[in-house]
């Protein structure tokens, strides 16, 4: 049995990790990893301006709460973030596949579009049958756990396709590194191997708490904490982070260098009454 007062934490909690995301581009700037382009590489960072924007119309949304009685107004709000955060899962989907793809030898590049496309479509799918804008109540356009499950499961697939690719890679890095006596091969191996962590890390985080959102989707009965955007947010920091390519120098040492590759992750929730958007809140 979970205490309410460990439940109002941890929805008080879940509720200010767009502080978080506003810390990772500062974190960004900082680290000269801000500059974008509209490739993959760079989706991640796209990811934490659109989760910012997303937060920032949230924020706004509920401190006018007392201005916007009607739910169609607190729901035009809601809706606006969440079609926002779609772009920002689109883009973090579509930039685990590119970093599975490159980790892996992998050229081809249509996968990363196919991924964020797919992910678009079916959370728009969800916003429609979520939202409504009729009263009483707003209720949604139709009543189904279909879309969520579909949406979450397809995020699942994502990321467990993601991490069986890196985790083949990096058993093929260990063997292949044992044979090599270049001081300078050795080292790149090594850092290489903790990008590829990283990714693996976050890819297993995502993994989990979609698993748990499914759970709660399939069984509304079933008692979670709202842990679900700090997770996200966190394993979306992580990606931030894991996106700083390091090179090995010419003279055996190592040197770290931001790349264009930067990542992205997405933040859903149920903002206010009558919401119901991907990440369950």
Known sequence: MVLHSTEVWFSNANDSMGMVTYGTIVMMFSSNI??????????VRWMIYLDALAFTII??????NDLLPD???????GLAADLIWSFKDA??????????????GYHMRWPCYAVA???????????????????????????????????YGYWTLVDVVATVVVVAKMRSVIVNSS??????STVYRIIKMREEIRLLVASVGMLSVTVLSIV?????????????RMVFVYVQLLLVMG????????????????????????????QGKGMNSANKM
């Open 34 to 43: 801000w500059q974008l382009d509209f490739t993959p590489r760079t989706w």
């Open 59 to 64: 924020y706004a949304g509920t401190c006018a």
């Open 71 to 77: 739910c169609w107004q607190r729901n035009s709000y």
């Open 91 to 104: 883009g973090k989907y579509g930039y685990i596949a590119y970093k599975a793809l490159s980790i892996g």
């Open 117 to 151: 496309v797919l992910s678009l479509l079916l959370y728009w799918l969800l916003c429609y049958q979520a939202y409504g804008f009729s009263m009483p109540g707003c209720p949604g356009q139709f009543h189904s756990d279909v879309p969520r499950v579909v949406l």
């Open 179 to 184: 044979a090599v006596g270049n001081k300078d």
């Open 216 to 228: 709660g989707a399939v069984d509304p009965t079933v008692t979670t904490l709202n842990i679900w």
């Open 243 to 270: 996106s700083q390519k390091v090179v090995v120098g010419d003279y055996g040492t190592s040197s770290q260098q931001a790349n264009h590759a930067s990542g992205g992750t997405s933040v859903l929730g149920n």
